[in-house]
Structures are given as structure tokens and as C-alpha cells.
């Protein structure tokens, strides 16, 4: 049997006010943290959700939605199971690029740069600022592994909460801390017509160099 589904019909058109280089921040760290910080002003549903793509030896891309845990100067930071399929890419390929997409404002960010590990110190400390659901399910859990069903880890979890019941699961080990540092920077807001406005960021000298893009 063939599905064919014609999507031409799906679209909308945009309708923000548009975006210059002068009221851009020359440093596109900042203006990270602005357009960040107008979405959770918005409340915007899971505005630090980002995608998070990687590949692998052979060039093989794939991708899936992460959280951005803290951002500074150095990077962006999350945290996951260094065993998964993503933090093996990361450790054979570590180059990535990461994605925020803000439906509500038009807007995306692209964030393109090398990623590395971060000291077990900063693992530990947010492994014990989480959820203790969170903690005993990524304990219980070796992540992209195949299982015999969700029973199993239902088990494990049970298992873990009688030997730790007062909540105190250690942290697995391959559960680690990323950090990329960027390279390069895209700010994208939505325009109408599909005249959309793209500013970039890359390294230069002294700082960033940032330049407009054609939609």
C-alpha cells in the first residue's frame, strides 16, 4: 500500500517585528540570554528545550529533544547517560549543534560547536538537585540499551528504593555533564513572505564577528 500526504496547504505566515544588527547584542551570549529570558517571561511551554543533534564516526546525523540545564560564557550545559547513543556519538564525534525553537515568538537559535565532558563535581551536585523520581530512574535505567520490557525497569526501580529508602541513590557513574562551546551562532526570527531575518555570529580576533544572512 503507498501513503502519500500532501502537506502544501500547511503553512502560516509570520507576523513579528523584525530584527536588525544595531539592536543586536555584540556578543551573542547575551543575546542568547534576552531572547531565553523573553521566552520564560512568556512562559513559554519548555522554553529551555532545545535539539540536540550528533553524529556519528561515519557522519551519520541524529537528533532529539534535551534541556538546557545552565548556560555561561564557557557554554551550554545538560546532563544525560554517557552510555546512550548521543553520548557515544559525542565521545567518537564531538561535534554537535544544538537548536531552540520559540513557536510563540518566531524565533530559533542554532548553536553550533565542540562538546566535552564536564568535572564529575558539577554531575554530582545536579544529580542531587533533581527529582528523587529522577534520580532513581536514570539509576535504574542504562540509556538506549534494550530491555525486555518497561517491567524491568519497574523492577529495578523497586529494587533501588529498598536499598536506598531514604532517597539517597547514588548518581551512576556514565551519567555525566556536557558542556558545547560555540563556534558559531544563528538567530533566526520569522518574517512575513518568508523574508525571514538571519543574524549569524563566528569567532573572529577579538570577540564575534556578526554579519546578516539571506533567508
Given amino acids: 500500500m503507498t501513503i502519500e500526504m500532501n502537506l502544501n496547504d500547511v503553512r502560516r505566515d509570520y ?18 540570554g534576552r531572547w531565553l529570558q523573553r521566552a ?12 540536540l543533534a550528533t553524529a556519528d564516526i561515519e557522519g551519520r546525523p541524529s537528533a532529539r529533544i ?11 550545559c545538560w546532563y544525560t547517560d554517557s552510555r546512550s547513543q548521543k553520548g ?16 510563540d515568538l518566531s524565533r530559533q537559535v542554532r548553536v553550533h560547536g565542540t562538546v566535552s565532558k564536564l568535572p564529575v563535581e558539577d554531575a554530582d551536585k545536579y544529580f542531587l538537585m533533581r527529582p528523587e523520581g529522577s534520580r532513581f530512574s536514570a539509576a535504574a535505567s542504562c540509556q538506549s540499551s534494550a530491555i525486555e520490557g518497561r517491567s524491568s525497569l519497574e523492577d529495578e526501580v523497586l529494587r533501588l528504593r529498598a536499598a536506598y529508602p531514604d532517597g539517597d541513590v547514588p ?11 560555540p563556534n558559531y551562532f544563528e538567530f533566526w526570527q520569522g518574517q512575513g513572505s518568508r523574508l525571514h531575518d538571519r543574524i549569524v555570529y563566528e569567532p573572529a580576533a577579538a570577540g ?4 546578516r544572512i539571506s533567508p
Avoid at 534535551?66 to 551550554?76: A, R
Avoid at 564575534?208 to 554579519?211: E, G, K, Q
Fill in 15 to 32: 507576523e513579528s517585528h523584525g530584527v536588525t544588527r544595531k539592536e543586536m547584542d555584540p556578543d551573542p551570549f547575551v543575546q542568547f
Fill in 208 to 211: 564575534w564577528v556578526m554579519r
Fill in 171 to 181: 548518581r551512576p557513574p556514565a551519567w555525566l555533564g556536557f558542556l558545547l562551546t
Fill in 66 to 76: 534535551v534541556l538546557l540545564k545552565h548556560f555561561n560564557d564557557d557554554g551550554f
Fill in 40 to 51: 520564560r517571561d512568556l512562559e513559554l511551554l519548555d522554553a529551555t528545550s532545545m535539539t
Fill in 88 to 103: 557515544l556519538e559525542i565521545d567518537s564525534n564531538p561535534q554537535a549543534e544544538l537548536l531552540f525553537y520559540w513557536r
